[in-house]
């Protein structure tokens, strides 16, 4: 399977501890984006990474999320302190992008968030 | 928050009758998409259209960007049984930041 992929695709937490979701996108897209997706919503955007630099974060990216791309392959998500709000889908995305014009971002299965 | 308004919330159809949502915007948008969500997966691209008032098919779904740039709609004809999920729109006016719907839930009776 040459898509996305996210681990873990569940994740259950008790609140205050520290959480980090991984994803692993599409051999060769050099964008890679992190949503947020809570019940009967659609994907939010949070931030993404153009190869390793992070070139955008939305305000719902609290200080207590950071996301890295070390070497512009895989990326990581980690939630500090997490609290009972925290609870979404985490979806990554991934495109080439070549030009100014639209790439389709292809989405991973997501990784379900649960903070008791 | 959301930023596109998307109509219905949900939809209980019979098998074979065609369906049609729609989204709008207050703001414009350069690229509309209509995106398909099944239970514990992620969406998948069924439709983009790029040009103010520009018609696109995709076997049994129809999409038009509209001429204001501020809303969209996406037909689906003769329904079936897989067609069941929910389906989002999105805009997109650079090109990263995107902005989806809340989502109609389509129910599809055999």
């Known amino acids: 399977d040459t898509g996305v992929s996210q681990d873990p695709r569940h994740k259950i937490t008790k609140r205050g501890q520290n959480v980090t979701f991984r994803c692993d996108p599409i051999?060769?897209?050099?964008?890679l984006y992190w949503y947020r997706q809570t019940l009967g919503q659609g994907p939010e955007f949070l931030t993404y990474?153009?190869?390793?630099?992070?070139?955008?974060k939305s305000r719902l990216l609290s200080d207590r999320f950071s996301a890295e791309r070390p070497k512009g392959s895989f990326s990581t998500l980690e939630i500090q302190r997490t609290e009972q709000g925290d609870s979404a889908m985490y979806l990554c995305a991934s495109s080439l992008v070549t030009s100014g014009e639209y790439s389709e971002q292809f989405f991973g299965p997501g990784t379900r968030l649960t903070v008791l | 928050g959301q930023q596109l308004n998307q109509s219905p919330q949900s939809m209980f159809i019979q098998e074979g009758e065609d369906v049609s949502m729609n989204c709008t915007s207050s703001?414009?948008?350069?690229?509309w998409l209509w995106y398909k969500q099944d239970p514990g997966e992620g969406p998948v691209l069924l439709i983009a259209?790029?040009?103010?008032?520009e018609l696109t098919s995709n076997g049994r779904l129809t999409a038009q960007f509209g001429i204001t740039r501020k809303d969209s709609f996406l037909n689906i004809s003769a329904s079936i049984p897989s067609d069941v999920g929910i389906y989002f729109c999105?805009?997109?006016?650079?090109?990263?930041?995107?902005?989806f719907g809340a989502g109609t839930r389509l129910t599809v009776k055999p």
């Open positions: 703001s414009i948008f350069n690229t």
């Open positions: 259209l790029y040009k103010a008032g």
């Open positions: 999105a805009g997109q006016l650079g090109d990263n930041d995107m902005r």
């Open positions: 990474f153009q190869n390793e630099a992070q070139l955008e």
């Open positions: 051999s060769e897209h050099n964008r």
